[in-house]
C-alpha cells in the first residue's frame, strides 16, 4: 500500500521555502553591501574631518610662526636664517608649543624653493625637492591634502590598512594687520596626521557589523530550516492521513458493494440448502438398515451443515447486526470459549494458560457477539498449530479500557500478509472463507474497540484486542 504524497502536492510549499530562503541571502548580502557603504562613508566623513581639522592647525600654526617668530627674529636679527641654532630653535619651541597636545605625527616647513627649512626630524633639514604636486599648490596658494595607505593590497582593498597617514600642503603667508591670512606666500606647511587608530576602529565596526549580520542571518535561516521540516512533515503526514481516508473509504465502498451482493446471493442459497437438509433428514428416517448407501444422507446433511455455516458467515459479514449492550465481564465470555472448545483442546494437544487478575471492570458488551469473536481468535490459534501447543489469554486493564492478549506457538504471519489478513475473502487455509477476521474485527469496532495483530519476538502470534470500559 503506498502512501507516499505526490511530489505535486507539497509543490506550492517548497516554493514558499524557495522565495522564502532566497529573501534570506538576498536580505543577507543587502546588509552586506550596506555595511560596506557605511563603512566607505565613516571613512569619507573621517577624511574630511581630517582635512578641516588640519586646515584648523595649519592657520593656526601660520598665525602663531608669523607673530611668535617671523616678526621677532626679523626685528632682532634683521632676517631669518633657520641655519643658526639659536633660530632654529626658536622656530621648534613655537611650532612644538603651538601643536603641543594636538595628533600631529610630522610637521615639515619648505622655503620658497621647495627646500626643507625646519622639521621634527633634523635629518629632512636642507632636503630639496621632495615637496612634489602638494608644494605647488601650496606655492600658488592652495591647500591641498592627500591620503597615503599602506600595508599592502591585501590589507588596503578589503577595509584594513596597516598605516593610514593624512599628508596637508599650504601655504605659510605673511599677516597684514587687523587681516586674516591673506599676505604673500612666504613658504609651505606639511603637516602629516596619523590616523591608522580611527581606520582600524571604522575596520573593526564594519567587522562587527558583517558578523552580526551573519549571525542573524544564520539564526534565521537554522528557524527557517526548522519551520521548514516542520510544515513540510506536518504536510506530508496530513498527505498520508488524506491517502489513508481516501483508501478506506474506496475500501468501505467496495466492501458495501460487496456485503449487498453476498446479503442477496446468501439469502438465495439459503433457502433450497433448508430444503435439501430438511429432506435429507427425512430421507434418512426412511432408510433403514446400515448398508454404505445409507450413509449418503448422513453426508449431504453433514455438508448442508458446513454449507449453512458459511453461509452465517457470509450474512455477518455483509450485515454485522448491532449489539445489545449490557454491563458483562469479559472473563465470563472466554471461560464460556474454553468450555466450548473443551473437547477439541484434550482431542488436539493443546494447553490453555490464562491470567484474569481480580476485580477486573465490568463492560458495556454484547456477551453473544464477544463469545463469536473470542471463538474465532482461539479456533485461529489452534489452527496455526496443528500439532498442538500452548495459548496464552491475559487480561490487563487501565482507567479507559480492557486489553486481551491471546498468543500462541505457531509460525506467526510473515509480514506480507500482515496487512492483507484483514481483507474478505483471504485465506491461507486449504478450507475456510476468510471472513472469521474480519467478522472479529466488525464485532470489535462495533464495541467502539480496536483489535492487532502482530508476530511475536520468539515465534508466533499475538491478537491484542482493546475494549472500553465506558
Not at 597617514?165 to 591670512?181: M, N, Y
Not at 449489539?323 to 472448545?341: F, G, M, R
Amino acid at each position: 500500500m503506498n502512501l507516499e504524497p505526490s511530489k505535486e502536492k507539497i509543490k506550492p510549499f517548497w516554493l514558499v521555502k524557495y522565495f522564502t530562503i532566497t529573501s534570506l541571502i538576498v536580505i543577507f548580502i543587502g546588509a552586506l553591501i550596506l555595511s560596506i557603504l557605511n563603512t566607505y562613508w565613516a571613512r569619507a566623513m573621517l577624511l574630511k574631518k581630517s582635512e578641516d581639522y588640519a586646515h584648523v592647525l595649519i592657520e593656526n600654526l601660520n598665525h602663531q610662526v608669523f607673530l611668535q617668530f617671523v616678526i621677532p627674529v626679523a626685528l632682532k636679527y634683521g632676517k631669518i636664517q633657520l641655519r643658526e641654532k639659536e633660530q632654529f630653535e626658536w622656530m621648534d619651541k613655537v611650532v612644538r608649543s603651538t601643536l603641543h597636545s594636538f595628533k600631529v605625527d610630522m610637521v615639515n616647513i619648505y622655503d620658497m624653493k621647495d627646500t626643507i627649512s625646519y622639521s621634527f626630524n633634523t635629518a629632512m633639514i636642507g632636503k630639496t625637492d621632495l615637496g612634489g604636486t602638494g608644494y605647488k599648490n601650496a606655492v600658488s596658494g592652495k591647500s591641498t591634502s592627500k591620503l597615503i595607505q599602506s600595508g599592502g593590497v591585501g590589507g588596503v582593498f578589503p577595509g584594513y590598512p596597516k598605516d593610514s597617514k593624512l599628508v596637508t600642503f599650504a601655504p605659510l603667508r605673511a599677516e597684514r594687520p587687523l587681516s586674516r591670512i591673506s599676505g604673500p606666500v612666504l613658504g609651505v606647511v606639511e603637516i602629516v596626521q596619523d590616523l591608522s587608530e580611527d581606520y582600524k576602529q571604522i575596520f573593526e565596526f564594519q567587522i562587527r557589523v558583517v558578523w552580526t549580520c551573519a549571525l542573524v542571518m544564520g539564526v534565521l535561516f537554522i528557524v527557517l530550516l526548522f519551520v521548514v521540516r516542520r510544515g513540510e512533515g506536518i504536510i506530508q503526514r496530513r498527505a498520508v492521513e488524506r491517502l489513508k481516508l481516501e483508501q478506506q473509504l474506496h475500501r468501505a465502498e467496495h466492501l458495501s458493494s460487496l456485503g449487498e451482493m453476498v446479503a442477496v446471493v446468501s439469502h438465495e442459497i439459503r433457502n433450497p440448502l433448508g430444503i435439501i437438509r430438511s429432506s435429507a433428514e427425512l430421507l434418512k428416517k426412511k432408510v433403514s438398515g446400515g448398508d454404505s448407501p445409507n450413509a449418503i444422507p448422513d453426508i449431504i446433511v453433514e455438508e448442508a451443515g458446513r454449507l449453512n455455516d458459511i453461509i452465517t458467515d457470509f450474512l455477518n459479514f455483509a450485515k454485522p447486526s448491532l449489539p445489545d449492550l449490557i454491563p458483562c465481564h469479559v472473563s465470563e465470555a472466554l471461560e464460556k470459549n474454553t468450555t466450548y472448545l473443551a473437547s477439541q483442546i484434550q482431542k488436539g494437544a493443546y494447553q490453555i494458560e490464562t491470567q484474569y487478575p481480580d476485580n477486573l471492570p465490568k463492560i458495556m458488551a454484547d456477551p453473544a457477539m464477544l463469545y463469536q469473536a473470542f471463538l474465532n481468535v482461539l479456533i485461529n490459534a489452534m489452527q496455526a498449530m496443528p500439532g498442538g501447543g500452548r495459548i496464552d489469554i491475559k487480561i490487563d486493564s487501565n482507567n479507559n479500557s480492557i486489553i486481551i492478549y491471546f498468543e500462541d506457538e505457531g509460525e506467526g504471519i510473515s509480514e506480507d500478509l500482515l496487512e492483507k489478513i484483514w481483507d474478505p475473502f483471504f485465506t491461507t487455509k486449504e478450507k475456510g472463507t476468510g471472513l472469521g477476521l474480519g467478522i472479529v474485527k466488525n464485532i470489535v469496532e462495533s464495541h467502539s474497540g480496536s483489535i492487532k495483530i502482530v508476530n511475536k519476538p520468539d515465534g508466533g502470534a499475538r491478537v491484542v484486542i482493546e475494549l472500553p470500559t465506558a
